[in-house]
Structures are given as C-alpha cells and as structure tokens.
C-alpha cells in the first residue's frame, strides 16, 4: 500500500500547474482534459492548453539520436488561432468557399482540399495482428544480478533507460473490443545508450507453431472468417479449431488461450514472455541460453468468462483504460524482469526440454526465474496515433550482450518485423519517427527513401571514403560494437524438417492441466465447451475431443458431455509430468493497489460512513467510485459527496469490490420503460443494484457493507454468511477485512469446483 496517497497527488499537481483549487475528487482518474471547460463555449483566444500531469510524450531526439534538449510542448501544436498546415490563419473552417450562399464549391478552396485530403490520409494500414492496442512510457531499473551472464549495459546496477510498452491482443482490428479470448502482446521498447533493444514477447510462454513458415496459416486461421468477415477477434470458429486439430504443435498455447490466461484481468496483472530462447554474452565472451520474463507486482489475475462478455458490451476499452486510470492515479504498474538461464550446450537442451522449441516451456521449479530488473511505467501518451500506433517492434533491434538462437520461428520473425513496418509505416525510415528514435548516436549511411526527415551531411555515404574523412569508422568489440556470437553450424544437407523432439506435442499441455487448480480446471473446460460449441462443422468437434484425450481423460470427458459427444480413447499413452505450481495463478496474496471499489449509497445512507471509507480507499493506493441514484453530489448542503457512477450507468464488471451505505430505495428512474435494467417486480431497494451485487457475487469479488444491509445482500443471492461476505456497524472495519479479501483476487471458495 502506498504511504501517500496517490491520487490526491496527481490532483493536486495538476491544480498547481493550471493554478487552480484542487480537492480529492478530482483525484478520481478519467479527467480527459487538463483543466476543465466552462458551459459556453470560450472564445477569448489562448495557447493549447499543457498536457494533464499523467501524460509524457517521446523524448525529444534528432533523426540521429541526439537530443535536442527542447520541452516535447515546443514539438506540440502552437498557438492560440487555427491555421493551415502551412501556418496561415483562418477566419472560418466550418464553411466550404462557393459562388453565393448557395453555389457550387470552387475548386480554388484550398482549405477545404487540405482539410479534406488529410483527413483521406489519417489512417495508415493497421498491423495484420496485434492491430488493437494500448501503451505506456515508463522506466527500466537494472538491478545488476544480470552482469554474471550479459554484458548489456541497460542490465547492470542502477542504469535508469526510458521504455515504451505496448499491449495488445493478437486477433482483433483496431475496433475490436479489449476482453476477448486471445493471446496478449507484450512488447516492451527499451532506448539504450548502446541503441534500442525491442523485447517483444506474448502472455503467453508458448506459441502455437514451432516454425515461423506456419505463421500466415495459423493467423489466417484465426482470423474471420474470409467470406463474411466474421467472428472478429475471437477463436470461437471453425476455421481455427480445424487448423489447431489439425497442426497438433498448436496444443499448448491453445490450452494456455482456453485457460484463464486468455482472459486478463487487465493489463497489469498480466505476465509477459519472450517466447523464445535468447543467448545471453558477458564481457568476457562467455555464453548463456536464457529465456525472459515480465513477473507482475499485483499478481497474475483473469476474469471470469461472463464477466468478459459483459464487459465486451459495457465498456469494450476496459483494458485500455484500466492501463490509463492506473497511471494517471499514480498507481504505477510494475513488473520484474527475470530470466531463467540454462547452459548453452551443442544440444541447446535442458532436463530433456528443446529450448529451441518454441511451443516448450521451462517450468520454473527446474529453472528458477532470476530477477534481473525492474519496469515502471509512470505515464501515458500524449497521442495514440503518433506513439501507440506508429511504434515500430522488431525481435532484430538487439544490443550488445543480447543475441538471438536457431529458434526456426524467431528466425522467420527476423525477417518479417522488418518487412511489416516497411509497408505500414510507408517505407524504410519509419525508424526516424519521434517514438521509434534512438537515444544513441546514429551514422547509419542509409540515405533517402520516403518520409526521411534527417538532414544529412557529406558526401560520401559508403565506406571505405577519405572524402568525409574515412567517417564512418566501424568499431570492436571494445568500442560497443554489437558482435554475433561465433556458434557452429553443424555440417548437414539442406531439408526442410524439424528435430524430432519437436514432435510432442502433449506432454507439456498434461503438465499445464495437471498444474492446475481445481477451478482453473473447470475454467478451461467451459473455455472448450464454449468455444467448440460454436464450431458447426461435427469433424472439428470430434478431432478437437481427439487431441483433449490426449491431455487428460476428465478434460475429455466433461467437453464431450457439454458438446452431446462420445468421448474418445486417447491415441497416446498419457505422460506423467511433475505438476508446476508457478503455472497456476492463484495461491498467493498481492497488494490492492489500484483496485477499484464501488460504494453504493443515496441521500439517505450514513453518508459520514462513506466519506469515511472513501478516504480509506483513497489512502490505501485504490481507487473508490461512489455510485448513487442519479448524478451530481450526496449531501450539497453539507460536506458534498460526488458521485461518479449511478444506478443506471453502474456494471459489476467495472469494480473489484462493492460495499453498501446502508439499503439504498429505488431511484426515480427504476422502472423498465426507462432502464431495462430495473424491468421486473418491484422490490425494496432498486433492482439494478441487486443485479450489481448478484453479478459481483458469482463473480468471486468481495461484499460488504455497514449498517442495515443484510437483507439486501440476502436478496442478492449473497448471504451474509458466505465467503467474502462482509457486514458490520464499522465501516473501516468492514473496509479492513475487504481489503484483505482483494490480496487473493477472488474469492475463490465461495463455489467449491465439481471435478
């Protein structure tokens, strides 16, 4: 827990830099300017207001990596009068030029085909996969544990190097929504002092192709349907079921993507992985294999399914703003960066494990994670398209000390990074946008090509030249060069074939089920239930019911009875691999920071209670959300409470925890003609907010409230003396015993599992 409250501290710097009051309630994130409007419209002419205090954008370095040393607000629209593109002044922009009132438009407005011929051109094409996402700048801490295996400069003790972080889900277009069951990008930019390094990993350890030459087929497959373009971003079809059924290599991160893990409960709580296995080099030469992970500080959490679907349609960009809202209330998201390391042998093996096998995991009970340092990200951007879309990842941006393996996927992502930035981003300099630029001196010799926006100087960019003065200079291994590490390549004949360790394809998904607790289990089970069920071809079914049986008999067996099928025999004798705990996302206790709790109240509620709690909340680094009958404040007479949600507007999803003010009446507004939300009988308190605590309670979050509440809760289906069920006269009682129900997620026991 925080010793200071965030929030107010984002508030009131805001209010010291626009020079106004502050008070806790604008501490609340989701402010979307920095200062806020009046009624009318104003019309006295002033400069571009400055950005609100959570947001930074990309450092202010030249094309060549130098830095500028100017304020990023002076690379910003200036100026307090709208203007062409090439400055001139405009009196009018909402009217075409035309001869008389009612003309023609004349070809001759050129503000009008300026205007216009921009707005063609907003979009640029958007990523074939990974196309919807959400990003963040923020800062990597080194911790120096890594110097024993990596020489890279950003490991080592201390070393502070600027980041951007870009989530994303693998499937979806751009208007897609955020809580679908998909594979998550994890793709972290670092701006070293010896160039940029791109960690560009999934949430997800496994891939479902060994072989970067499947990659279009396994996207294709994913993808909508080509005939109608449906379903978007989601798994749920026949088209992948056939492919993964068929290419059994896609087994284990299919099981992982029907797990919990498909699912995030956001971006925070989100493990990353960088798939691949990487070789690590010291400063003396040696080697290490090593894979990377992102370890969250808040704990891995999901959503349940229902909440997922609901949310889908609530709030499609709750990923994106749970991300935004955290930083801007000073909850910081962090991650550790740890590697498990293994000895880079001929065989590139470990405990019978191919490490160039990209659908295998190393569990961390034979190879512990190492943390190596730590990811804060402490800001938002100041514009989506320019950082968050243009931001260009590639697996080859490496630096010293850091080098890729055999890995035939990686491999093929080397490749086609590169190429796919080319087309998107109209050309080869996409390198020079603001976000993408290096923080490390640049002497590249490439020259020209579209959108090149540095200057360059000389004449002579080719080497060898005395006619710049030999400049460039190449450099060695002393002088930061960055040098591949000289590995044999073993004499052999050109095949196309893989290893044959590459051919088991189960033992790793039974020791992912088999680690499992039992509610994960039945998560997974209504995962391929669901999404089988949605396939309407009865041979996919039956090969997918195929492949289960080869993981475990009861997985089978239960997606069977939910499909109305047989199931069948397994095909291979099942493996008997030790179960890994750390594969399992529950079991420990996390801090709540940045968790949300909703207080239901009305003017008639012990409204000092809530004053009470909220501050509580507040104070402990999570973010509380009053919602009541209507808009506006409880109590204006008095010391007001502001309401942020109400009634009508409020979805269980939206909160990690709800407590009630006492029994809240019906709203005004409570009848089904006006919110279809509160059609039905009527009862004593108003029925969306039962459906707010029904929803809650089937979803494992936490209870409570102070006061007469118990009949409300009961009436809610939630029974005071069911686990995570809080009741009470104390409301910071109540609030303490909430706050230690958040530190394991859920509430878990509250529906023991039925395997």
């Not at 004053?611 to 409880?634: F, H, N, Q, S």
Request: aromatic letters at 8%.
């Amino acid at each position: 827990m925080s010793d200071k409250n965030p929030l107010k501290a984002v508030a009131e710097k805001a209010a010291d830099a626009l020079g106004v009051a502050s008070s806790p309630e604008e501490g609340v994130p989701g402010k979307p300017a920095s200062q806020s409007p009046p009624v009318d419209e104003p019309t006295r002419p002033q400069a571009p207001l400055p950005p609100k205090p959570d947001q930074r954008g990309p450092a202010t370095m030249s094309p060549t990596g130098q830095d500028l040393g100017v304020d990023p607000a002076d690379l910003a629209q200036s100026g307090a009068h709208l203007t062409t593109a090439q400055g001139a002044r405009l009196y009018d922009s909402d009217h075409s030029l035309k001869a008389g009132e009612r003309g023609p438009v004349l070809l001759q407005d050129h503000h009008l085909r300026e205007k216009v011929t921009h707005f063609d051109h907003e979009r640029i094409p958007e990523r074939v996969v990974h196309a919807r996402g959400a990003a963040a700048h923020g800062v990597f801490t080194g911790y120096g544990t890594a110097s024993g295996v990596s020489r890279a400069a950003f490991l080592a003790e201390g070393v502070e190097t600027p980041v951007f972080t870009r989530f994303s889900t693998v499937l979806g277009s751009r208007g897609s929504a955020d809580t679908v069951r998909d594979t998550r990008g994890f793709a972290t930019k670092f701006y070293t002092q010896e160039g940029v390094f791109d960690l560009v990993g999934n949430n997800i350890p496994v891939f479902f192709i060994q072989d970067a030459i499947k990659f279009p087929d396994v996207i294709h497959a994913g993808k909508p349907h080509p005939d109608r373009e449906i379903p978007q971003a989601q798994s749920a079809h026949d088209t992948f079921w056939d492919f993964v059924t068929l290419h059994t290599e896609a087994t284990h991160h299919t099981l992982w993507n029907m797990s919990d893990r498909g699912i995030p409960r956001s971006y925070r709580t989100m493990e990353g992985f960088g798939v691949h296995t990487f070789r690590l080099v010291n400063a003396e030469g040696a080697t290490t294999l090593a894979k990377f992970h992102w370890k969250p500080k808040l704990g891995v959490h999901s959503l349940l399914w229902e909440e997922a679907q609901i949310i889908n349609g609530v709030d499609p960009d709750f990923h994106r703003r749970d991300l935004a809202d955290a930083i801007e209330a000073g909850a910081f998201p962090q991650w550790e960066l740890g590697i498990q390391t293994f000895p880079d042998t001929p065989e590139q093996t470990f405990e019978g494990i191919d490490l160039l096998d990209p659908t295998k995991i190393v569990p961390e009970e034979l190879a512990p994670v190492q943390p190596i340092g730590l990811l804060t990200l402490d800001a938002n951007p100041s514009n989506y398209f320019a950082e968050t879309e243009q931001v260009a990842f590639h697996v080859g941006h490496l630096v010293p000390g850091i080098d890729v393996t055999d890995d035939p996927l990686l491999a093929g992502r080397l490749f086609s990074y590169l190429d796919t930035q080319i087309s998107r981003l109209g050309g080869p300099n996409f390198g020079q946008l603001p976000i993408n630029r290096t923080h490390a001196p640049v002497n590249d010799m490439l020259r020209d090509g579209m959108h090149q926006t540095a200057v360059h100087r000389g004449v002579a960019p080719y080497r060898p030249n005395s006619l710049d003065g030999g400049c460039p200079f190449l450099a060695g291994a002393d002088t930061g060069a960055f040098v591949e590490s000289p590995v044999t390549v073993p004499e052999a004949s050109k095949v196309r074939a893989a290893p044959a360790s590459f051919a088991d394809h189960f033992t790793q998904p039974r020791l992912f089920w088999l680690s499992m607790t039992p509610v994960e289990q039945e998560h997974i089970i209504a995962a391929y239930t669901f999404e089988l069920s949605k396939c309407y071809e009865q041979a996919v079914k039956e090969r997918a019911l195929k492949a289960l049986a080869n993981i475990d008999t009861t997985l089978c067996e239960q997606v069977a009875n939910g499909l109305g099928l047989p199931a069948p025999r397994a095909t291979e004798k099942l493996a008997t691999p030790e179960p890994s705990p750390a594969l399992s996302q529950l079991g420990a206790v996390w801090p709540p920071d940045g968790r949300v709790v909703g207080i239901v109240a009305d003017a008639d509620g012990d409204l000092a209670g809530v004053r009470t709690v909220r501050e509580a909340v507040l104070e402990a680094g999570m973010v509380p959300l009053v919602i009541a009958p209507t808009g506006g404040v409880l109590d204006p007479d008095g010391d007001p409470v502001t309401v942020q949600r109400t009634f009508a507007n409020a979805r269980s999803v939206e909160f990690d925890a709800i407590l009630l003010a006492g029994a809240p009446g019906p709203g005004d507004d409570a009848y089904g003609a006006r919110d279809a939300k509160a059609g039905g009988p009527a009862t004593a308190t108003d029925p969306r907010v039962l459906l707010l605590l029904s929803e809650a309670f089937r979803h494992g979050k936490a209870l409570g409230g102070w006061g007469e509440v118990a009949g409300v809760l009961e009436a809610a289906g939630a029974h005071a003396t069911l686990p995570g069920v809080v009741t009470g006269d104390d409301p910071a009682t109540v609030l303490d015993q909430i706050v230690r129900l958040l530190g394991g997620h859920r509430v878990w026991d509250r529906f023991p599992a039925g395997i």
